[in-house]
């Protein structure tokens, strides 16, 4: 497991990665601005250079594995495949993206989706997980043509109108 962070600003001398690359990584979520207590301390504290060595871990490698484990056995109905399926279709297809949603992506949408149903006490995926961790999976995925970027639409947007056009299941398949 990685996590990697990413600044936006002052990007001299970095590259963004290549649209597959982007693609590997199963979330992308901004964490924005510490609030007013969390800047005081830092302020307070700044005399501790190496804030690694204070972390202390909350969790071993093992019980990620295991927790991964539980997500596999999570129920998933056709229908909320047929519905993942179909919000990727219509990434592929929507006028202002030139790239969509891959397999690699419904892949991982699916995945996260069951770990973060069994975080929410259920045995199964419902429609509102999959519309919950759309942003969250989807807009690193999402790669806008140029105009689109141009006159100011946003991942977001898009997202928000593929959840718009596709319906959600509201039956059971299998």
Sequence with gaps: MVIATQN?????GTYRLPEAQLDRFLMKTSVGYPDEANTVDLLLNASVRDRATLVEP???SATVAQMAELGDKVHVDAAIVRYVSQLAEESRRHPHVKLGLSVRGCLAYVRTAKVWA???????????DIKDLAVPV???????????????????QVISQ?????????ERVA
Aim: proline share 9%; hydrophobic share 45%.
């Design 8 to 12: 936006p600003i002052e990007q001299a």
């Design 58 to 60: 909350i969790i071993t």
């Design 118 to 128: 069994l975080a929410d006490g259920r045995d199964h995926l419902i429609p509102d």
């Design 138 to 156: 989807l807009c690193h995925r999402l790669l806008l043509d140029a105009e689109a970027q141009f006159n100011g639409v946003t991942v977001e």
């Design 162 to 170: 593929l959840l718009d056009d596709v319906t959600p299941p509201s």
